[in-house]
Each structure stands twice: as structure tokens, then as C-alpha cells.
């Protein structure tokens, strides 16, 4: 090897090893820099992470942050990322006794075993936890044998007799709504998403679940039923949505409501009260009816007529394909009909084209403006 090849090999060894001390110092002021990270950072970081196993998980990656995880705000529970449900019940509890009196401002409650029992004991222990520790939002999933039929499923036997507390958003899936329900003291909820729920009421009465809420504005029912007469009613509810409710016969009252969406097959479009004065958008989305035939025909258009008429204050509406598509088949009933719209300054259908007599029975009474029309 001669002198020159000599002092290149060493060089390059010479460099190698810069490079690897670089690398080094590299990772090493990194890991400093997150060691250093200030708590809140950390805690907010850990909570955009999908659960509250995958957080504890990731705290152990650094010894600064090996307890961070008890002052992170939310606790997300998920059966589904355990093998054994025991292990999840193990886990659970183990969560709540080492987390310490730290306040948890949103609790989720994902029950998805697919076992004949869900664990009221372990359910009641986290939503007590919660209460206890100041939740303001709770989201409780037991969804894994469409429990809403079961009725010892019911909101009292899950929640128990609880205070009143300062929840202030709750989503609940697949259980049993009752009477206790209504008593339950939620003086301060804003936001109600029920879904897959059984609506029931021991009392031979109209059932009217929502009016003890003084301060609910924001009600979402999906999949939801009452085997009787419903009324939705609130005095200060703004924004109401209706997914495929299914009752024997519904009543809405809500003086201030100012956003209405209605996702239902025709037959349960129809309402015997609709007193919703200051409404601004609709949304109504028809779903198709396998039993829609020929004599359904006038039935389907008195009830789409009084349903205008109750919604004559709107602003805004939208129309989806289905909607669209009926109103285009009873065009010609429509162009004998006067319009009950006076406000309209709105109408997105989703259609590729649309009679001009469906049109004009949305322009007939907007004399003074016309209403803008979007065909998606």
C-alpha cells in the first residue's frame, strides 16, 4: 500500500468515526430535548395518542415522563385492544388506583366483549371515578350484543343513583333510556348523542325525555326507538338531528331550535306537532321505503305537504337524492300547491336535474328574493 492509499484509508476511518460521534450527539440532545419537554407539552402529546393503554405504553419510553400519564386529562377504556376481557378488567382497575387524584376532564367506555355479560361493577367504578374527578364529557359504548334490546340494560342500572354533576357533552350508545333518566340531575349538558338506545317510559303518558335538560342545545338520536308517543322538547335547543328514529308517534317543541336534520324513511317524516318558530336550515334526507307502492302515493304527499307547512320559517334547505327524486314523481300535485316558504334564501338539492315545478313550488311565495338553488 502505498503512502498516499494509506493516509486515505485513515481518512476515511477518521471520518466514519466523526460520523457515528455526530449521530450520537445527535440522538442524545434529542432524547434531551424530550426529557426536557415541558409537562403540559407532554400530557397534550399523549393525549392525541388513540387510547389510555397506548399512553401509558409510550410514557415508558422515557424516564422524565414514566408517571406523565396519570395527569393526562382524558382516559380512553377499550375492551377491543385486550385479548382476554380479564385482562381488561385487570387493567381497568389498575388504571384507577394508580392514577391518583388527578382530575380527568373526558372519560370513554368501550365495552365491545362479545361475552353474554357486560361488567356493571367495573362500568360503575369508572363512571363514579369519573364524577368523583371532575368529567365534563363521557362517551360509553356497549355495543357489542346490540344491548338496546335487553332491558336490564337499563340507564338506571348502569349509572345507578348518581348526584347531580357537571357533565357537560355525553354520547351513549346501546342502552336502555328509562324514567330515572329523565330524574338523572343533568342540569348542566349542553350535547346528548344517543344512539342504538331503547327509549322507554313506564307511565302511560307522552314520554318527554329531554325537557328536565336546562341547558341541552345539541341533541343527536340515531337508531333510536319508543314503542309510544315521544315529544322532543327544550327550551333552549338549538340544533336537533334524527337518524332513522323509529316511534308510534312523535311531537318536537323547541321554541329557539335553529338547525334541523332529518335522516328518516318517509313514514316517520310525519310529526303531530312540529313548533320549531325561529328554525333557519333544514336537512331533510328521505330514505327509501321497500314497501313504497302506488297506494302509498297521497299518503306520502299529505305528509311531505305538512311537513313544508311546519317548517315554512326556513332559511336554508337541503335536499337529498331520495327526497329529490319523490318530489319529482308528485311534480305535477306540487304545481296545484302554494308555497309555505317566505324566508328562503337556500335550496341545495342533490339531483343532476330537477322539474322546474319542484323549483317553482320553492319560489312561488319568495317574492321579494329569490332563492338561491345549488344541484349537487
Given amino acids: 500500500m502505498t503512502m498516499n492509499e494509506t493516509g486515505i484509508s485513515c481518512e476515511l ?3 466514519g468515526k466523526r460520523a457515528r460521534e455526530e449521530e450520537e450527539e445527535d440522538a442524545s440532545t434529542a432524547t434531551d430535548r424530550l426529557t426536557h419537554l415541558p409537562e403540559s407539552i407532554v400530557c397534550y402529546i399523549l393525549s392525541l395518542l388513540s ?4 399512553v401509558v405504553q409510550t410514557s415508558v419510553l422515557s424516564q422524565a415522563w414514566r408517571f406523565v400519564w396519570k395527569h393526562v386529562p382524558i382516559l380512553d377504556l377499550r375492551s377491543d385492544s385486550f385479548q382476554e376481557y380479564s385482562s381488561f378488567q385487570r387493567y381497568v382497575e389498575n388504571v384507577l388506583s394508580r392514577r391518583g387524584p388527578f382530575n380527568v376532564s373526558k372519560i370513554s367506555y368501550i365495552d365491545s366483549d362479545d361475552s353474554e355479560d357486560v361488567d356493571f361493577s367495573l362500568f360503575d367504578k369508572v363512571v363514579k371515578y369519573g364524577l368523583s374527578h371532575g368529567t365534563l364529557h363521557l362517551v360509553v359504548d356497549l355495543d357489542s350484543l346490540g344491548t338496546y334490546m335487553d332491558e336490564n340494560y337499563t340507564f338506571s342500572e348502569l349509572f345507578g343513583t348518581i348526584p347531580d354533576c357537571n357533565l357537560i357533552t355525553m354520547k351513549i350508545r346501546a342502552v336502555w333510556i328509562d324514567d ?3 330524574a338523572s340531575g343533568f342540569s348542566m349538558l349542553t350535547t346528548l348523542h344517543l344512539e342504538d338506545c331503547m327509549l322507554h317510559s313506564s307511565l302511560p303518558e307522552e314520554f318527554d325525555p329531554f325537557s328536565k335538560f336546562p341547558c341541552l342545545n345539541k341533541l343527536v338520536l340515531a337508531h333510536c326507538m319508543h314503542h309510544g308517543r315521544i315529544k322532543i322538547s327544550g327550551s333552549q335547543l338549538l340544533s336537533l338531528e334524527l337518524d332513522g328514529m323509529v316511534c ?3 311531537e318536537i317543541s323547541a321554541p329557539r331550535l335553529k338547525s334541523l336534520s332529518l335522516l328518516q324513511e318517509l313514514e316517520y317524516l310525519q310529526f303531530t306537532k312540529l313548533s320549531v318558530p325561529f328554525l333557519d336550515h ?3 334526507q328521505a330514505t327509501d321505503m321497500n314497501f313504497f307502492l302506488e297506494e302509498d302515493e297521497e299518503c306520502v304527499r299529505k305528509s ?3 311537513l313544508f307547512q311546519n317548517l315554512k320559517n326556513a332559511v336554508s334547505l ?3 337524492h331520495y327526497t329529490v327524486k319523490v318530489l319529482s314523481d308528485m311534480s305535477e300535485f306540487l304545481e296545484q300547491q302554494p308555497s309555505p316558504f317566505t324566508r328562503l334564501n337556500s335550496v341545495i338539492m342533490v339531483a343532476d336535474s330537477v322539474p322546474y315545478t319542484v323549483i317553482n ?4 311565495e319568495s317574492a321579494s328574493m329569490k332563492p338561491k338553488f345549488v344541484f349537487v
Avoid: A, E, W
Fill in 248 to 250: 308510534l308517534d312523535m
Fill in 361 to 364: 313550488y320553492f319560489l312561488k
Fill in 13 to 15: 476511518v477518521r471520518n
Fill in 318 to 320: 337541503s335536499l337529498g
Fill in 180 to 182: 330515572s333518566f329523565v
Fill in 304 to 306: 311531505l305537504i305538512s
Fill in 282 to 284: 333544514v336537512d331533510i
Fill in 51 to 54: 387510547d389510555t393503554k397506548s
